[in-house]
């Protein structure tokens, strides 16, 4: 009786400790598979364009590319800016983002700018609907605020789009008359 409780025991602490063994990977896993999420996106790509304005923000871990009308600026990332827009991307469901659909639809007629994300996840590129400028998609709000800023900082490119449609309307009139 007392060798069949030895025994008995002895498979139940073997048991015990493997199971323990195994949590304990499982666990290291999950801390392992959320490392790979904080630096699975690579690149994210904002274009904005229409008639005589072509802009692009490329983000990487590492560096900021400005491109306006093929004038480029290149700038070091910030580590805390970079981490803050990877966690918005991070956020949405990649896949999706071409399906979503835009609240507005002021670029078909150049009132506003056309803009599209394109980011580059696990070395798939993923491209987001066409939006108007300004005016995302509630899902790609914040991580358009995040890139571009406070909808504030752009008055300077709506006023630029104005200017450039008022031209275009003087002009068109002008030849019309003579």
Request: hydrophobic content about 35%; proline content about 3%; overall charge positive.
């Amino acid at each position: 009786m007392r060798l069949l409780f030895i025994i008995t025991n002895t498979i139940l602490i073997s048991l015990n400790i493997s199971c323990f063994h195994q949590n304990k990977t499982e666990n290291n896993e999950k801390i392992s598979t959320k490392v790979n999420q904080q630096n699975k996106i690579e690149k994210i790509q904002l274009t904005e364009i229409t008639r005589g304005i072509n802009r692009n923000s490329i983000l990487t871990p590492t560096s900021k590319i400005s491109v306006y009308n093929g004038d480029s600026t290149k700038t070091a990332m910030i580590p805390s800016e970079w981490s803050n827009i990877a966690r918005q991307a991070e956020a949405l469901d990649l896949s999706k983002i071409s399906d979503l659909q835009s609240p507005t639809t002021g670029r078909f007629s150049d009132q506003a700018l056309s803009s599209t994300f394109m980011i580059t996840s696990g070395g798939t590129t993923y491209t987001s609907a066409t939006f108007d400028a300004g005016r995302p998609p509630k899902e790609l709000e914040a991580l358009y605020n995040a890139m571009v800023g406070s909808k504030g900082n752009r008055k300077k490119d709506t006023l630029i789009l104005s200017e450039f449609i008022l031209y275009g309307l003087f002009y068109n009139k002008r030849a019309c008359f003579n």
